[in-house]
């Protein structure tokens, strides 16, 4: 059993950045691949990022490409994604996922965390 929990939202103007992270505990955190799901009002949960065991590789989707990037540190147990250049259209409530596939699609994912919000101020 693998608990997440995601940090790090918040107020954003567009343009701006921020960092999201995610700690992973109760399970051998190295060993699951990694994503990144988001759900803005009224629309279904969308994958974001991902990225494999190591660290080595990472995709992302068409929407975020240039402006995030995924990473991880196996050895504090964390997930992050660097979020620059923010649009209106990224707000949403990020989601972090375990998983033994590297996947795009939610199914492929066992384990969630509660979500952070990303709000656009003006």
């Known amino acids: 059993q693998v608990q997440l929990a995601e940090s790090g939202g918040g107020l954003v103007q567009a343009g701006g950045s921020l960092r999201l992270s995610c700690a992973a505990s109760?399970?051998?955190?190295?060993?699951?691949?990694m994503g990144w799901f988001r759900q803005a009002p009224g629309k279904e949960r969308e994958f974001v990022a991902r990225i494999n065991w190591s660290g080595s590789l990472t995709d992302l989707a068409d929407s975020v490409k240039g402006r995030f990037t995924a990473s991880r540190e196996n050895t504090k147990s964390t997930v992050n994604l660097k979020m620059n250049s923010l649009k209106t259209e990224d707000t949403a409530v990020y989601y972090c996922a375990a998983g033994r596939t590297y996947g795009t699609s939610e199914s492929e994912y066992v384990y969630w965390g509660q979500g952070t919000q990303v709000t656009f101020t003006s």
């Open positions: 109760g399970g051998t955190f190295r060993t699951y691949y």
